[in-house]
């Protein structure tokens, strides 16, 4: 079982930026694949970014394209994705979730989401 909680969101002005982190309970986050997704109003949810146990990443290629950054510290068992230079189209709620990359179940635990919201 893993508990996922994440923070860092809030309001900021357009071009600014945000950290947001997802701390994990759990003896073996350091082997799952880590991925942030969002929701915005309306839409459906999206992926942004994900990140497995040696680090590699990947990023949807049409969502906060080059501006964003997944990482992880697998002491602190907590992954962050910095994000830059935010346009309003990036308000939503982001959340953070965990995929055994054994079990073929893909992500199977979520957290409970953090709002970020981008004016203009």
């Known amino acids: 079982q893993v508990q996922l909680v994440e923070s860092g969101g809030g309001l900021v002005q357009a071009g600014g930026s945000l950290r947001l982190s997802c701390a994990a309970s759990g003896r073996t986050f350091s082997s799952y694949t880590m991925g942030w997704f969002r929701q915005a109003p309306g839409k459906e949810r999206e992926f942004v970014a994900a990140i497995n146990w040696s680090g590699t990443t990947t990023y949807s290629p049409d969502v906060v394209k080059e501006r964003a950054t997944i990482s992880r510290d697998n002491a602190q068992n907590t992954v962050y994705l910095q994000m830059n230079s935010l346009k309003p189209e990036d308000t939503a709620v982001y959340y953070c979730?965990?995929?055994?990359?054994?079990?073929?179940?893909?992500?199977?635990?979520w957290g409970q989401g953090t709002q970020v919201t981008v004016s203009s």
């Open positions: 979730a965990a995929a055994n990359p054994t079990s073929g179940q893909g992500y199977r635990y």
